[in-house]
C-alpha cells in the first residue's frame, strides 16, 4: 500500500510541475531580471518592461504596430506555404526516386549552405525591390531544410503498410490520406516547427533590406534613431505573436494528429 | 452451413508458377520457385506447408498480385476481391479498429456485417481502440475481421498465427475455422506448423524446399469439426510415415 501511495504522490507533483503554472513562473522570472538589470543600468539603452509595455500599448493604440505586425505576419505566411508545398513535393519525389535524388541533392546541399544574405541580395538584384521577389528570397531560403525533412519521411515510409494498401486495392486517394499522410505527419510537423522560426527571422532581414514596411523596417529605423525602447517593443510584440502561433495553432493541431500514440497496451 | 453462396466472380484459381528468381543485393540470382502448378479447389481451405524460408511468402505475395515479377500465370480473375492477412497484423496505427475494418470493406459490408464479425472473432469492444491499445493476439483478429469484411472472392492468410503461445494460437485456428464456414471462401493459407496444417486443410499441399514446387496433395476427408487432438495426431502419424523429410521434425 504504502508504494502505491508514494507513486500516487509522484503522479500528482509532476502534473502541477508540468502544468502551465511552470510556463508562467518562468515568464515572470524573466520579467524580473529585466526589471532588475534595467535598474541598475538606469539609462536609454535598456528601459524597463514596464516603459516598453507602454510604448506597445502606445503604438498598438495610436500608432502602426498592429499594421506592421500585420504586414509581417501576412509575409511569413506566404513564404511558409510556398516553402512548405514547393519544399514537400521535391522532398517526396527525392525520397521515392533514387535517380532524381542523385540528381538533385548537389544542389541541395549548395541551397542549405547559401547564405540568406546572398539569396536575398541577389533576389532584389535580379527581379527588384518587390514582394514577389522578397517572399520568394524568403521561401527559397527555407525550401532546402523542407526538402531535405520530408525526402527522409519518404524514405521511412513502411513498406508492409504499403503492400497492405495494394492487396486490398485502396484507390490511391484512399492510400494517400489513410496511409501515406498520417506516416508524413511527424516530418511535416518538424518541418514546419523549424519551418515558423528560421522564416520569421529572415522576414526580418529581407524587410530591412528592401521594403518600406514591416517590423524588420521599423528596426531599422529605429536603429538609426537609436530608439532602443522601440526596438524591444516591436521585437517583443512579435514574439508574443509568434508564442501564440506556437500555443493555439501548432500544439493542439499536433496533440490532435497524434492522438493515437503513446496509448498503453 | 454451405447454403451462404455468395456472388462473385470465379472462384476457380489455377496457379502456374514456372519460374521465381529473387536477386539479391550482391547481384546474385536465386531460384526461389520453379514449375509450380496447382489447381486451388473453390470455397475450399488449400494449405502449403514447407520449410521455413522455402518461399511460401513469395508465393502468396505473387498470387495476391504484389509481385509480378515472374514467369507464368495466375488464373484469376483481374477484379477478384482479395482478403489478405499476414505475418504480422499491418494495421494502420492511426486509425481505430473499426476505421481499420471499414477501409478495406466490401461496398455491401453493412453495419450489420461488422456486428457479426467482430462478435464471431470477439473483438466487439475493441472497436473504438487503437491498435497499439491491443495485444499480438487481439491485433491478429483484427486482421482477421479485416480480411472477411473484403467479402472475398479469396483469403490469403501467410503464417498468420506464427508467434503466438500455443493456447492463443490454437483459439484464433478455431475461430478462423468458424468464420470461413460462416462464409465460404477459396483459401489458402501457407505455414510450417504441420499440426496447424492437418487441422485446417481440405487440401493440403506439401511443398519441397528451394527451388519450391509441389510434392504432392493430399485430401484430408475429416471434416474439419471433428478434428480433435486425437484425429489430428492419427493423420499426423500416417503422414510422417509417407513423407518423412516434409513432417519429421515437427
Known amino acids: 500500500m504504502s508504494v502505491t501511495f508514494v507513486r500516487n504522490d509522484r503522479v500528482r507533483r509532476t502534473r502541477v510541475l508540468s502544468g502551465p503554472v511552470v510556463s508562467v513562473l518562468s515568464v515572470a522570472g524573466f ?169 520569421w527571422k529572415i522576414v526580418l532581414v529581407v524587410e530591412l533590406l528592401g521594403r518600406p514596411n514591416g517590423v524588420g523596417f521599423e528596426l531599422h529605423l529605429n536603429f538609426q534613431l537609436f530608439n532602443v525602447t522601440a526596438i524591444l517593443g516591436y521585437t517583443l510584440a512579435f514574439v508574443a505573436v509568434m508564442l501564440a502561433i506556437e500555443y493555439l495553432l501548432v500544439q493542439p493541431i499536433e496533440r490532435h494528429s497524434t492522438r493515437w500514440r503513446n496509448k498503453p497496451v | 452451413m454451405n447454403d451462404t453462396q455468395h456472388a462473385g466472380v470465379t472462384s476457380r484459381f489455377e496457379i502456374r508458377i514456372e519460374e521465381k528468381t529473387h536477386v539479391s543485393a550482391d547481384g546474385t540470382e536465386l531460384v526461389a520457385i520453379r514449375d509450380f502448378v496447382l489447381d486451388v479447389k473453390p470455397e475450399s481451405m488449400t494449405v502449403l506447408m514447407g520449410p521455413s524460408g522455402c518461399g511460401k511468402t513469395t508465393l502468396l505475395r505473387i498470387v495476391a498480385g504484389l509481385d509480378d515479377r515472374f514467369t507464368g500465370s495466375i488464373g484469376t480473375h483481374p477484379d477478384i476481391r482479395i482478403g489478405l492477412m499476414f505475418q504480422e497484423p499491418r494495421l494502420l496505427p492511426w486509425r481505430t479498429v473499426r476505421q481499420n475494418i471499414e477501409l478495406v470493406a466490401a461496398p455491401d459490408f453493412s453495419e450489420q456485417d461488422l456486428d457479426w464479425l467482430a462478435q464471431a472473432v470477439g473483438i466487439a469492444d475493441m472497436l473504438p481502440r487503437y491498435p497499439q491499445e491491443l495485444s499480438l493476439g487481439l491485433a491478429r483478429r483484427v486482421a482477421l475481421a479485416r480480411a472477411f469484411a473484403t467479402k472475398p472472392d479469396l483469403l490469403l492468410l501467410d503464417e498468420p498465427f506464427v508467434s503466438l503461445d500455443e493456447r492463443t494460437a490454437d483459439r484464433l485456428r478455431r475461430l478462423l475455422l468458424e468464420v470461413w464456414r460462416a462464409r465460404p471462401t477459396t483459401a489458402i493459407l501457407v505455414t510450417h506448423n504441420a499440426r496447424e496444417a492437418i487441422m485446417l486443410a481440405d487440401q493440403l499441399v506439401l511443398l519441397a524446399p528451394r527451388p519450391t514446387h509441389v510434392v504432392t496433395v493430399e485430401t484430408i476427408a475429416v471434416p474439419q469439426a471433428e478434428r480433435d487432438h486425437e484425429a489430428v495426431e492419427k493423420i499426423h502419424t500416417d503422414l510422417l510415415r509417407r513423407f518423412p523429410g516434409n513432417f519429421s521434425g515437427s
Not at chain 1, 65 to 91: H, K, P, Q
Not at chain 1, 137 to 149: E, G, M, S, Y
Open chain 1, 31 to 199: 520579467l524580473l531580471v529585466w526589471f532588475i538589470a534595467a535598474e541598475i543600468a538606469q539609462g536609454r539603452l535598456l528601459p524597463g518592461p514596464g516603459a516598453v509595455l507602454q510604448y506597445i500599448y502606445n503604438e498598438a493604440v495610436h500608432g502602426d504596430l498592429l499594421t506592421e505586425l500585420g504586414i509581417t505576419l501576412w509575409r511569413v505566411a506566404a513564404s511558409f506555404v510556398v516553402a512548405m508545398a514547393i519544399g514537400s513535393v521535391i522532398g517526396l519525389a527525392m525520397g521515392q526516386m533514387t535517380a532524381l535524388d542523385r540528381a538533385l541533392d548537389p544542389w541541395l546541399i549548395v541551397l542549405l549552405n547559401l547564405p540568406a544574405l546572398v539569396i536575398i541580395i541577389l533576389a532584389y538584384v535580379w527581379f527588384g525591390l518587390n514582394e514577389a521577389a522578397a517572399i520568394g528570397a524568403v521561401a527559397l531560403n527555407k525550401i532546402p531544410n523542407v526538402v531535405v525533412t520530408l525526402r527522409e519521411g519518404a524514405r521511412n515510409l513502411d513498406p508492409g503498410l504499403d503492400e497492405m494498401a495494394r492487396a486490398y486495392r485502396l484507390s490511391p486517394m484512399s492510400r494517400l490520406r489513410n496511409v501515406v499522410l498520417p506516416q508524413l505527419q511527424p516530418y511535416f510537423a518538424a518541418a514546419s516547427r523549424s519551418g515558423i522560426s528560421l522564416i
